[in-house]
């Protein structure tokens, strides 16, 4: 079967054989997409003219709501999802959870929040500006929905949240969504989007997909648009640098790959709850998703005392953790979403290993419950230990897109700053401590190269939302490695879908256009 793409409004098949879509466990064929012959270019002038027209006829309130039946139709055949999430990633119902229930959860924030814009359709910024001696010259800030198309270049690790996290402000804020979803997973994003097509919640363009290659897409882009992509660095500088979204300056946000940090404090010791919390906690992002997310734990900052302790502790509930074919009782632990991620894991490990020991796992061979290790994806859970610090040559360069991580004992807060800062730039760093002069000392110093810091204590002990877990209230994106881009943080998202502008002129006129408009300072309430 070859999955239909949605362009122009309609639902159509591309050309040719298509590229086909795999069980990560089975290596059975399941699907196959092909965006060979269709004209992206009419696509995205469709979704531009159809979609954005009658989005920015709408209220902000109204868009809202729209999220809102979208999340319902979602949550309606959640089963479905988990289904394909099973049979085309390997999740087990944990890690397709994170993905559907995550996106699911990110639709009804935004449908919530969208609200406190009320019947608006623009955002006022700031108060008049004076310009001349007298009042009769002004200056007003606005931002106003781009009337373009947001470009979603996806990666293959969140084919549910990876969609709506974005489509979400974006809706919102009234500007039609393309989705190219990375291929070897798309087939719960294409089904998401024909459910939410079918139930004709959005106007006739306001959604579309593309699934297989992006082919001509970006060549159709221009100063209107923007192209928001998920994926890794390589990819992301082939996009930044693609001749066309340079000759127009089209907007482009990237979020891109990272080696995120855990980071115990010198009170974590065996025995405190800031140590069993960060082994916990380390356990989780080592084996949600299999290890495959963005902001999953890489590397763990551990006081030279404590290190040796915490591998241990780490090793130990490994131990427990199975990894086979999710539809086995007991298994905690799926494949890699294919042979290719396989192979691109366990060569990262080799490298890893070069600088490091292993302390669990990382046996090549190793037999994962009920598969057969010549067909699918697995990669065993590993724990390794590197007790060279900075000198280390790939440990921190080098993000094993799997269940993966290095413990890396410090000797004091400024070598335990100077490897979190090593990553050139992450996504998340978890602290694990309630030292506050170490706290005030560590977070400043590494904040400028982190989009999100997590701190943990006793106190908030079970409460936190998670290293790995990106909330739609706060920001996600981080600077240098992780892409420099920023999603999410409420409706402080809607930013990149506005365009500001400043108009000078009389006051009556100035009144005129602000009219209606919404608080701009409401988007970072
Ligand atoms: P990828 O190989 O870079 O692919 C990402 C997307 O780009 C896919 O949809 C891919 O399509 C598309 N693509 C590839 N070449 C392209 C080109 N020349 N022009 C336009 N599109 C192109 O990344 P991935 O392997 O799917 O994802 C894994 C990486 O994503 C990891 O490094 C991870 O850290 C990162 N990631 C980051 C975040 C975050 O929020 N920061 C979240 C998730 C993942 P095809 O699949 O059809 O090739």
């Not at 027209?53 to 089963?79: D, H, K, P």
């Not at 640098?241 to 404090?265: F, T, W």
């Not at 007991?330 to 490091?356: I, T, Y």
């Amino acid at each position: 079967m070859k999955l239909n793409n949605h362009l122009g409004g309609q639902w159509l098949q591309g050309a040719g054989e298509g590229l086909p879509l795999h069980d990560p466990v089975s290596g059975e064929e399941l699907v196959r997409v092909s965006s060979e012959g269709l004209d992206l270019g009419a696509g995205l002038a469709f979704a531009r003219e159809q979609g954005g027209s009658a989005l920015r006829a709408m209220s902000y309130e109204q868009r809202a709501s729209l999220l809102g039946r979208i999340a319902e139709v979602l949550g309606a055949n959640r089963e479905a999802y988990f289904d394909i999430s099973l049979r085309n990633s390997g999740s087990t119902a944990a890690d397709a959870g994170f993905d559907v229930d995550g996106a699911i959860f990110t639709l009804k924030t935004y449908a919530r929040a969208g609200k406190a814009l009320g019947a608006a359709r623009h955002l006022k910024e700031g108060g008049r500006v004076a310009l001349a001696r007298t009042d009769v010259f002004q200056g007003q800030h606005f931002l106003s929905p781009l009337r373009g198309v947001a470009v979603f270049i996806n990666a293959f690790n969140f084919p549910a949240w990876g969609l709506w996290e974005k489509a979400a402000p974006a809706l919102l804020s009234g500007v039609p969504v393309l989705v190219k979803p990375a291929t070897p997973t798309a087939w719960l994003t294409q089904r998401m989007v024909e459910d939410v097509v079918a139930a004709g919640i959005l106007p006739p363009g306001a959604i579309s997909i593309v699934c297989g290659a992006a082919r001509d897409l970006l060549d159709h882009v221009d100063a209107r648009d923007v192209v928001s992509f998920t994926g890794s660095a390589d990819t992301a500088a082939r996009i930044r640098n693609h001749p066309n979204v340079v000759a127009h300056s089209v907007r482009v946000n990237v979020e891109a790959d990272s080696v995120n940090s855990a980071i115990l404090g010198p009170d974590a010791v065996p025995g405190c709850a800031e140590f069993d919390l960060a082994v916990k906690e380390i356990v989780r992002e080592l084996t949600i998703k299999s290890g495959q997310k963005c902001t999953a734990i890489r590397r763990i900052m551990a006081p030279k005392a404590a290190a040796p302790a915490l591998a241990d502790a780490v090793a130990a509930k490994l131990a427990g953790m199975i990894a086979g074919n999710p539809r086995s009782e007991g298994v905690r632990v799926g494949p890699l979403v294919s042979r290719a991620q396989q192979a691109a894991a366990l060569e990262g490990l080799a490298k890893l290993k070069m600088d490091a020991a292993v302390v669990y796992g990382g046996n090549a061979d190793f037999v994962p419950v009920d598969a057969d290790p010549a067909v699918s994806a697995f990669v065993q859970p590993t724990l390794l230990f590197c007790d060279k610090g900075l000198d280390a040559e790939y440990v921190h360069d080098v993000e094993v897109f799997g269940p993966v991580a290095t413990v890396l004992p410090y000797a004091d807060i400024a070598d335990a700053v100077d490897m979190a800062r090593r990553g050139g730039g992450s996504l998340v760093a978890s602290v694990y401590s309630a030292d506050a002069a170490f706290l005030c000392e560590l977070v400043p110093a590494i904040a400028d190269l982190h989009g999100r810091v997590m701190v943990v204590d006793g106190v908030i002990g079970n409460q936190h939302t998670g290293h790995g877990n990106v909330m739609p209230t706060c920001l996600h994106g981080g600077p240098g490695r992780a892409g420099g881009g920023e999603e999410l943080g409420g409706l402080r998202a809607l930013a990149m879908y506005h365009r500001r502008h400043v108009v000078q002129g009389g006051p009556s006129l100035l009144d005129a256009l602000s009219e209606g408009a919404a608080d701009a300072a409401l988007l970072g309430a």
